[in-house]
Every structure is written in structure tokens, then in C-alpha cells.
């Protein structure tokens, strides 16, 4: 089908000629009289399978797509800027673990400063806090044992829970010898205390009792007086004898004013007793909060004091802030002298991808934007064989920039997705320096319009010169 398709067009082009007899070849020549005998059929074969070829070609460079690339020349950098190593306070070198090409891990000890006097500051502070924390245990046992009610106070002793400390040591023994003696005291102003309200309430009970005894008596005078008046007059009894009974009546009456004016003293004496001792209460309460706010504050500062020191302790491990290789190590002395804030090592970083950095021509940066594919060439590794590594293009500089030569040039970035070759399984090592040729995927196109493009291109400028 498709042979005789091309038959048709081979005929349509080269049309057969009209056939002439042997009589009229004679009067042609050579050359023109080859044209009118028929082609071998072997030649029409080929000739047919190269049109047919031409036209497979054709049809197949219509739907094939290949990249449209624009290519630039760089070199690999570091994801990060290059790492100074520092130390914040300084001390004395003791140990240098890794050295220069050495690839380290990120929190891998690189150098040991001497602890001795970070810590001998640090347990100095942790022995304070250990105090201050027995301190506020004792402290909160105190007011937990002193109970205050509106005209009372009462005393129900709490012993103190030292958590932090070891049980029976000299420390706790010491502070619970504190909580005791204070408490002691405390017991001995209540007894004190006690004692006088026991006395005050016993007069008032006495006064009370007396008082109403003698308006028992007065009662009593005041109504043999009353029977004894009317016999006086009628001189039954005689007034000796009235008398006597109106000096006891008022005797009597004089005692019980009396008593009566000596209660109210009792009793505000016996307030006054009970406000002393609510006062001790109060004012022991209020001491021991006075030292429990202060012994708390003391212990909030000391805390952030104790996680500075510890932050120089560990800071004493010098370790590596990146995964990456020592570039340079600027100090080797052991027993030497490091400066606060002094420059330790320096290392170049590497992470799971790589950075490349190139130079891109000004004719191609109208194609190119951040987010495009790009594949990475290094001159170090034949491409052939291991392959490139595939990365997103990140960065597009602002402005073109001038070489060393004058020419313009734009600088791009790429991310790499992975940090080496992989060569039968085994890593090929990718290091900052290494020039590479970077092929930034700018479109698709097909392969018939790459190979029509000369002649467009003609087109669009022939027969235009002035």
C-alpha cells in the first residue's frame, strides 16, 4: 500500500516517457536513448526505500521532542557559607580530635577546653541552689505548721520534705535542727501566751463567779433591810441593829460596783492575751513568707545562673555546628591559651545537596527562570559513564556582571537533588571547587522544527539587505 503510494508520487515527479521504436533509436545518441529503456528492478527498489525512509523520517521528526537546553560553565560551592568555628569564653586547650581534610559530622567534638574552672563555678552554684531549696522546704513546712483564725492561732507542726537532699545527711540534719529551733521558739511564745490567757480567763471566771454572788447577797440584805424598817419604827427591833444591816447592804453594793467594774478589764485582758497571740502567729507567718519570696527569687536567679555555667561547660566540647570538611584548624597547641571569641577551625559545609554556581550568556537569560530542570556535568567525572546529576534552578542574578575579559554574564544557582555520583554502588565524592557544565531544560520542541530552523531563519531575513 504504502509502495505504491510512493510509485505514485515517484511518477508524478519523474512521469514515464512515450516508447520509440529501434528504428528512431538509431538517430538518438547514447546518453538520451539509456533514458527510454526501462530501470532494473533493483534500483527501483532502492530508490523506493530511501523515499520511504525520507518520509518515516520526516513523519517521526514531527511527534519526536528533544530538550531545548541552555548551557553555561561553574563550579561547585558550598549549600552554606563557610563555618568559623569560635568559642564564647575561651581557656585552655586540652585535646584536638579531627584534623585538616578530616570530613566531620555535625555535633562531632572537635576540640576538649579544660573544665576544671567551669566546673568547680558550676558546683558552687549547685550546692547553693541545693540550700536555697532546703531553705524553701523549710520554710513551707514552717507556715504549714502555724494555722491563724480570726481570734486564734494554733500550732500543728509539719516536718519539712528535703527532696533534694540525701536522707540523714549533715545537710538535712542541719536544716532540720533549724526548722526545729524555730519552731521551738514559736512553742515557747505560745506557752507564754498560754499561760497569761489561762490566768486572764480564770479572773474572769472568779470575777464572774463573784459577781453573782454578791447580787445573791445584796438581794438578800437589801430585803432583810426592807422587813427590818417598819419593826425599827415600831421599836421591835432597834435602830442599832438597822443600822448594821444598812452598812452591810451598802457594803455589798459597793463590792459588786466593784466587780463589775473590774470585769471589762479582765476580759480585754483576756482579748489582749488572745491578739498577742495571734499577733506572734501572724508575725512568725509573715517571716517566714518574707524568706520564702526571697529565698524563691534567690533560686530563679541562681537557676538561670546554673544553665549559663552548664551552657560553658558543654561549650568546653568544642563541637562542629555542620555536616562538612576541616578546612583549616587555627590553633594545635595543647596547654595553649584561647582567646574568648577566637577563631577555632573553619569548615567547609556539606549537606544532601549541592550548590552550583554559574555563568550564564545574556542571550539565554530571557529563557530561563528560577524553578526550571537542570542537569549538572561534572569535568571531573566522564559524563558517559556516570552520569550528571539532576537540580532545580534557584537563583538568577538581578543585573549582568563583566569577567575578567569584559564580557557579560548572568549568575544563576542550582540546587543539586543529591551530593555525589553513584558510580556500581559506590559514592563518587563531590567536592566545593569542582568546575562543572550546568544544561538549565528551558523548553521541548520537536526535531523537525530543529531542522527546519535554518530555513526559517532564512526566510525571515533573505531578500530584506538594503
Not at 454578791?214 to 438578800?220: G, M, N, Q, V, Y
Request: charged letters at 25%.
Amino acid at each position: 500500500m504504502l509502495s505504491k503510494a510512493i510509485e505514485r508520487i515517484l511518477q508524478w515527479f519523474w512521469p514515464p516517457q512515450p516508447a520509440i521504436s529501434e528504428q528512431e533509436l538509431e538517430y538518438v545518441d547514447d546518453l538520451h536513448s539509456r533514458l527510454h529503456f526501462k530501470t532494473p528492478y533493483r534500483s527501483k527498489r532502492v530508490l523506493l526505500t530511501i523515499a520511504c525512509m525520507t518520509i518515516i523520517f520526516l513523519v517521526w521528526s514531527w511527534f519526536a521532542e528533544i530538550d531545548e537546553v541552555s548551557r553555561g560553565q561553574g563550579r561547585v560551592i558550598p549549600s552554606q557559607q563557610l563555618q568559623i568555628v569560635q568559642n564564647l569564653e575561651g581557656g585552655i586547650l586540652q585535646q584536638v580530635m579531627v584534623r585538616e581534610g578530616e570530613q566531620v559530622r555535625q555535633g562531632q567534638v572537635l576540640m576538649g577546653i579544660d573544665q576544671t574552672r567551669f566546673r568547680a563555678d558550676v558546683r558552687e552554684q549547685q550546692h547553693q541552689r541545693t540550700t536555697l531549696l532546703a531553705d524553701i522546704a523549710r520554710y513551707r513546712a514552717e507556715l504549714a505548721s502555724v494555722r491563724v483564725e480570726s481570734t486564734r492561732a494554733f500550732l500543728d507542726i509539719q516536718p519539712p520534705y528535703f527532696s533534694q537532699l540525701e536522707a540523714d545527711s549533715p545537710t538535712q540534719l542541719f536544716y532540720k535542727a533549724l526548722f526545729q529551733e524555730r519552731m521551738q521558739g514559736l512553742e515557747n511564745s505560745f506557752g507564754i501566751i498560754a499561760e497569761q490567757i489561762q490566768q486572764r480567763q480564770q479572773e474572769r471566771s472568779e470575777i464572774e463567779s463573784r459577781i453573782r454572788h454578791l447580787e445573791r447577797s445584796l438581794a438578800l440584805v437589801e430585803q432583810e433591810l426592807n422587813l427590818t424598817r417598819p419593826l425599827a419604827r415600831r421599836g421591835v427591833v432597834s435602830e442599832v441593829e438597822l443600822l448594821q444591816l444598812e452598812r452591810q447592804f451598802n457594803e455589798v453594793q459597793s463590792e459588786l460596783a466593784s466587780a463589775r467594774y473590774n470585769l471589762p478589764k479582765i476580759v480585754a485582758a483576756l482579748q489582749e492575751s488572745l491578739r498577742k497571740q495571734v499577733d506572734v502567729a501572724l508575725q512568725f507567718r509573715t517571716e517566714s513568707q518574707h524568706k520564702l519570696a526571697e529565698a524563691s527569687s534567690r533560686l530563679a536567679v541562681l537557676e538561670e545562673s546554673l544553665v549559663q555555667l552548664s551552657d560553658r561547660l558543654t561549650r568546653t566540647q568544642v563541637v562542629s555546628p555542620v555536616n562538612g570538611i576541616i578546612n583549616a584548624i587555627r590553633i594545635n597547641t595543647i596547654g595553649g591559651v584561647i582567646q574568648p571569641g577566637m577563631d577555632l577551625i573553619e569548615i567547609v559545609p556539606q549537606e544532601e545537596a549541592l550548590v552550583v554556581e554559574a555563568r550564564m550568556s545574556p542571550r539565554d537569560i530571557a529563557f530561563i527562570r528560577p524553578g526550571l530542570t537542570a542537569v549538572v556535568k561534572l569535568t571531573a567525572y566522564d559524563f558517559t559513564i556516570y552520569g550528571g546529576l539532576a537540580g532545580t534552578l534557584e537563583y538568577i542574578s538581578a543585573d549582568a556582571m563583566l569577567d575578567e575579559q569584559g564580557n557579560s554574564y548572568y549568575l544563576v544557582r542550582i540546587r543539586t537533588e543529591g551530593s555525589f555520583l553513584d558510580a556500581d554502588g559506590a559514592a563518587l565524592p563531590i567536592m566545593p571547587g569542582m568546575m562543572a557544565s550546568v544544561d538549565i531544560i528551558t523548553g521541548k520542541r520537536t526535531l523537525f522544527q530543529y531542522l527546519v530552523k535554518p530555513i526559517t531563519r532564512a526566510k525571515q531575513s533573505a531578500l530584506k539587505e538594503r
